[in-house]
């Protein structure tokens, strides 16, 4: 079951609430949905994580992991899954990115040759930066909607399929 098994690899939640670190957090990381695995909570989560997956930030899961505990679900899911975004999958994930921008915005993309300098890169930020943010953006959007109606629909057909399990063993 996948649930038994994101179960296993989560941290101790007191472990974490005894941190010395973290008390600047306060009571919010007591909040039992912040660790608990149930449909809302796992597709919440997923809808986090993707989302803060397609920022162009850094520390990404510091993003998610705060905006876990306003929307209160699974905290450790929804930083795991900005992870998605790692420096293998960052540079293909972009560049699409920009090019829906591009296509949304109808602007010619243009990389016509690459300049490792600062002139280089503050000229190329005025024409790049809002075909990529909004191609940012529009992902995120998406991302976040069909990974959470996709676990949340998944979690349902799994326990329809346990039921249909029970009643024919009766």
């Known amino acids: 079951m996948p ?64 905006l876990a505990m306003f929307f209160r679900v699974n905290l450790p899911l929804s930083a795991a899954l900005v992870w998605l975004t790692n420096p293998l999958t960052m540079g293909p994930m972009f560049y699409f990115a920009y090019r829906l921008g591009s296509f949304l915005l109808n602007r010619p993309h243009h990389y016509k040759h690459f300049e490792l300098s600062l002139a280089w890169l503050s000229n190329a930020m005025t024409s790049v930066a809002p075909p990529f943010l909004l191609g940012c953006l529009v992902m995120a959007v998406v991302s976040a909607a069909i990974g959470y109606m996709v676990i949340h629909g998944l979690w349902r057909w799994n326990i329809a399929k346990r039921w249909k399990r029970r009643r024919s063993r009766q």
């Open 3 to 66: 649930k038994k098994l994101l179960k296993r690899l989560m941290p101790d939640p007191g472990t974490i609430k005894n941190n010395k670190h973290l008390g600047l957090l306060g009571s919010r990381l007591h909040d039992n949905n912040l660790w608990h695995l149930n449909r809302h909570s796992a597709a919440g989560a997923f809808a986090v994580g993707l989302f803060c997956a397609w920022m162009p930030i850094p520390f990404q899961m510091v993003v998610a992991a705060m």
